[in-house]
């Protein structure tokens, strides 16, 4: 497992000799896990058998096909996909259901190595946790991030809400709209409650800010808390699945997907992490794709609420696939 975060110029690579599929690791290791959406379907772990991290400099020269836009649409899925939302806004208008994030993978052809596409998304994305993943019983992901699960260093504990999307557009300060404004509160709240909930002190909030992943930009609070208990697990079991990748209430939210998305999200909006000692990174697995031999699998969704377009949420998912398709 190969992580880059944020703006940094150190890559990370934690790596398994064996091809054991392991389910635990003892937390006074070094590992590296790799989590579905549905956790309780599965877990893998990476025991650092070897840790490694270089410096790679951006080129400063982000290849030009990398900055093109591209536009995917499929008329059939386009269809299939307003149809679901459309769905979604009903039962969002008619039930205690306050938001459902909703998703799609669509399957492109790919020629490129795995190792041109590495360096592309370094180069693409340094202001994203850019991950590369390979187990040889699990699959082969890759990622470019924006989204912090939780971070735990010592008794200092730090997450954020991010939601809400709409296009970078320069010299230009966006004006975001009721339902964005409100889909990104539910984040925050949940998070917050979820905190209180797990005996996390002191949790601060900062104001919500608009901050850009790629040719996007989202709304996001960043949190912060104090915390004693020695079980970071306990903190990921409250926040996983957030409102930013399930909805709210959870179950409901949960089980409107489970019965109406109707594939499996498999990784996507899971989380993947490394875990030194005392302290530990989780990022939500979102703007990703799935290797296989040549082709690629885009995943992608948004939140949805009773004031969501179909037409729109559409849209969005076609501007979050392009940040993966221009890699392939
Ligand atoms: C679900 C995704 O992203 C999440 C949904 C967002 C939204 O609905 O605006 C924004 C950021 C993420 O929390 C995705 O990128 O696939």
Redesign the pocket.
Known sequence: MLIRQVNSDTVRILSQRDQKWYKSAPDNMTYGVFSKFQKSEYQVFIIAQEDYNFTYKNTNSTPKELLNAVRLVDAEEQKRYTNLVAKAVLRLKESSLKKV?L?RKQSFQNSKSDTEILTDLLDAYPAANCYFFYHPKVGKWVGATP?VLVQIDGVKLKTMS????ALYQENEEHIWGKKELE?QRLVTDFIIHNLQESGADNIQESDVKTVRAGKLI?LRTDITATVNSKDKNMFIDALHPTP??CGMPRNESLDFINKNENYDRSFY?GYLGMVDKGSASYFVN??CMELHDDQVDI?????ITALSDPNAEFE?TLN?LSTMKKLV
Request: hydrophobic share 35%; net charge negative; glycine share 20%.
């Open positions: 994030v998703s989204e991010l939601a809400g999307t889909e989202h930013a990748v909006t979102l703007r995943y992608v969704g948004g939140g969005e979050k």
